[in-house]
């Protein structure tokens, strides 16, 4: 990684880049994928144990109570991106197809991610706490704001549902374990202290799953296949403008909402982020009649690219942090 710094290759890009490549070379599929997706699974709940153990308790009440921090992430998830979403419209038929801006519109709408929004809130030294309602409050609201926001400015079937499994998701994976966490916390306080490093893997260890997990469902399912490498380039760089739009916007609301630099780190993670975890399923639902792997592209290709980008932001931010 030493070596590599001096060339100003990070050294975590790289491990996303590999994942990607091996994801590509050898996805995992029947038994495997099972298997990688408990992995995930379990991966995520013991990043939230270690948060709540992390976390003192006054911390945790702190970040609950912040509620401007998380009406800014609210405003960037649900507002800001469905706006941008719907001027993306002009680049149709030129750069984009019908169904190509159909996904680009979901992606849109759908809600922020919460594991690797708190875990790049973590690497960089940012709110942990407020990270983590700012986005878990992001996925639940987004389970009854997304159907609707599809609904209301997309053509669908007509059949949104709101899905209650997504919700004990949310609770049995996050929350519980995060509570668990502060439960145990005086007793393992010592041994994080102690081993912080081995710790930190973790956190880098869930994203190259969740990395992993996601490139290998694009591969079975080949929907890379079904477009051109041109038109391919071109939605990259949509998503791409997309997402710099983004960051860029919410480095100044963090900025004009007087927000220190722990709670501004907060407003550009959580807020310039989309679940692909919640989308794939909902899309599967809102557009049951229509070319779904067309529809959830833009999606998948907006996952990789904020991972990658998000990473190199995180260990930057690392490295100055006071």
């Known amino acids: 990684m030493r070596f590599l710094s001096k060339f100003y290759i990070d050294g975590f890009i790289l ?18 994928a099972a ?14 144990l270690l948060y709540g153990a992390r976390l003192h308790p006054q911390e945790a ?10 009406l800014v992430v609210l405003a960037c998830t649900f507002v800001l991106f469905p706006l941008l979403g719907l001027a993306a419209h002009v680049l149709v038929p030129a750069v984009l197809t019908d169904d190509l801006y159909t996904g680009l519109l979901f992606l849109c709408l759908v809600p922020s991610t919460v594991q690797s929004s708190i875990a790049f809130t973590s690497i960089a030294k940012g709110n942990v706490a407020g990270a983590i309602v700012s986005a878990t409050l992001s996925n639940l609201l987004g389970v009854f704001l ?11 079937t007509g059949q949104a549902q709101v899905d209650p499994s997504a919700i004990i998701d949310i609770v049995l ?9 502060q439960l145990i916390r005086p007793r393992i306080e010592g041994w994080l202290a102690r081993y912080a490093e081995p710790t930190k893997l973790v956190d880098r260890g869930s994203i190259l799953l969740v990395v992993y997990s996601a490139f290998s469902a694009g591969m079975v399912e080949g929907i890379w296949q079904t477009l051109s ?20 916007a919410t480095m100044v609301a963090g900025r004009l909402a007087g927000f220190d630099r722990g709670d501004r780190i907060v407003v ?7 679940s692909l975890a919640t989308g794939l399923p909902m899309a599967t639902v809102l557009f049951a009649a229509a070319p779904v792997g067309l529809i959830v592209l833009p999606l998948m290709l907006f996952h990789q690219i904020q991972l990658i980008t998000c990473a190199a932001l995180a260990q930057r931010w690392a490295r100055t942090a006071p």
């Open 268 to 274: 550009v993670f959580c807020g310039s982020k989309k």
């Open 15 to 32: 491990s996303i880049l590999a994942t990607v490549v091996v994801a590509s070379v050898f996805p995992a599929r029947g038994d495997a």
């Open 146 to 156: 997304t159907p609707a926001l599809v609904i209301l400015l997309m053509n669908t």
């Open 173 to 181: 994976q996050l929350l519980v374990p995060f509570f668990l966490g």
């Open 35 to 48: 298997v990688v997706d408990w992995l995930t699974k379990i991966a995520i709940a013991l990043l939230f």
């Open 229 to 248: 490498p041109l038109r391919i380039l071109l939605l990259a760089g949509v998503c791409a403008a997309l997402l710099a739009l983004v960051i860029t």
């Open 61 to 70: 009440l702190a970040g609950l109570k912040h509620w401007r921090l998380h």
